[in-house]
């Protein structure tokens, strides 16, 4: 959906908006692998328990210390497989801008 919009809608909003089709399709799915990603991130760190911060701010470590050498290293191994899942979804990226050539050429 966000392919079309960013392909139909946005020259209608704006006229130097006019994209050709494989830059709108790079666009969206770029945002679109950027909005997974940034989740799987979010995920991983909230799989993490408050256990591992307070155990580390206990032993005088600051929150940035906390985040970097205990909790980031342990969100990265549980994030790791649906990253992987996203990496390999991006090499397969010509299904969904294929479909904006379906239509009428647009004026």
Do not use: C, D, W
């Amino acid at each position: 959906m966000h392919l079309v919009i960013i392909y139909y809608a946005l020259p209608s909003l704006h006229p130097s908006l006019n994209l050709p089709a494989i830059v709108a399709g790079i666009v969206g799915m770029a945002l679109n692998s950027a909005a997974y990603i940034a989740e799987i991130f979010r995920a991983g760190i909230q799989s993490i328990s408050k256990g591992q911060m307070e155990a580390a701010r206990s032993l005088g470590m600051t929150h940035l210390q906390a985040m970097t050498y205990i909790i980031l290293p342990q969100a990265f191994r549980v994030s790791l497989p649906p990253l992987t899942n996203e990496f390999v979804k991006g090499f397969f990226p010509g299904f969904y801008p294929g479909r904006l050539r379906v239509t009428e050429k647009r004026s």
